[in-house]
C-alpha cells in the first residue's frame, strides 16, 4: 500500500528557533498533501491543505506567517514551525492522498517540544 | 453542527469478544465518503475500513465491518474477536463529494482487557 513517510518523528528545541518537519509520498505522487495538528487525546485539527506548487490553503485561524508550508514536488512538502513557543508544542501529522483513490494515509507524525 | 460525532470517549471490551464503536455524520451531500482510522500510542494513523454512501454492501476488512445505516446517517465500527493489540485511539472520519477535506471526530478509546 502507499507509504507516507514523515520525519523528524520527535523534536525538542529551544524557545524561538525554527523547526522544519518534512512530509514524503514514497510510492505515489501527491498533488495535494494536509497538515494536522493533535493535542493529547484530541481529535486531528486540520491547520492547512498543501498544493504542490502553488501556496497553501491554511484554515480559519491558523498563523501562515508561524506555519511555514512547502510542496515544492509531487513527493515532498515540508512544514516550518518558525520561532517556535512553547504553545506551539504538539503533535504533527501529514497526511496525502493517493490520486483518485479513496483513502488518506498518514505520515507517523512528529512530537514537538519546544522549551 | 458537527460533521462526525462520536458519543464514546472510552470502551473497555473483554479479549476475544466483538464491540462496537459508535459513529454518526451529518452532510447534505449524496456522494461521500466514510473511514475508521486507528491511531495506536506511537501516534500513527492507521486506515482500517472504508464505506462509500452509494455502496449497497456493508464494507468489512478481515476482523473489521463497518455498519452503515444510510438513513439513520451512522457508520459504526464492529470489530469481532478483539485482541490486545487492538488497544488504541480510533477514529470516525468523513469526505464530501470529490473534495479534499476529511472531517475526523473526537475519538474513542478502546482497551481490551486480558
Known amino acids: 500500500g502507499a507509504v507516507v513517510s514523515q520525519h523528524p518523528s520527535r523534536v525538542i528545541c529551544k524557545s524561538g528557533t525554527s523547526v522544519k518537519i518534512e512530509c514524503r509520498s514514497l510510492d505515489f505522487q501527491a498533488t495535494t498533501m494536509f497538515w494536522y495538528r493533535q493535542f493529547p487525546k484530541q481529535s486531528l485539527m486540520l491547520m492547512a491543505t498543501s498544493n504542490e506548487g502553488s501556496k497553501a490553503t491554511y484554515e480559519q485561524g491558523v498563523e501562515k506567517d508561524k506555519f511555514l508550508i512547502n510542496h515544492a514536488s509531487l513527493t515532498l512538502s515540508t512544514l516550518t514551525v518558525t520561532s517556535a513557543h512553547p504553545e506551539d508544542s504538539s503533535f504533527y501529522i501529514c497526511?496525502?492522498?493517493?490520486?483518485?483513490?479513496?483513502?488518506?494515509?498518514f505520515g507517523s507524525g512528529t512530537q514537538l517540544s519546544v522549551l | 453542527a458537527q460533521k462526525i460525532t462520536q458519543t464514546q470517549p472510552g470502551m473497555f471490551v473483554q479479549e476475544k469478544e466483538a464491540v462496537t464503536l459508535d459513529c454518526t455524520y451529518d452532510?447534505?451531500?449524496?456522494?461521500?465518503?466514510l473511514f475508521w482510522y486507528k491511531q495506536p500510542s506511537s501516534g500513527e494513523m492507521i486506515f482500517l475500513i472504508y464505506?462509500?454512501?452509494?455502496?449497497?454492501q456493508n464494507a468489512t476488512e478481515g476482523r473489521y465491518s463497518l455498519n452503515f445505516q444510510k438513513a439513520r446517517k451512522s457508520a459504526n465500527l464492529v470489530i469481532s474477536a478483539s485482541q490486545l493489540g487492538d488497544s488504541a485511539m480510533y477514529f470516525c472520519a468523513m469526505r464530501e463529494g470529490t473534495g479534499n477535506q476529511f472531517y475526523f471526530g473526537t475519538g474513542t478509546s478502546l482497551t481490551v482487557i486480558p
Open positions: 497526511s496525502a492522498r493517493n490520486g483518485v483513490g479513496e483513502k488518506l494515509f
Open positions: 464505506q462509500g454512501s452509494y455502496d449497497e
Open positions: 452532510t447534505s451531500d449524496q456522494s461521500y465518503g
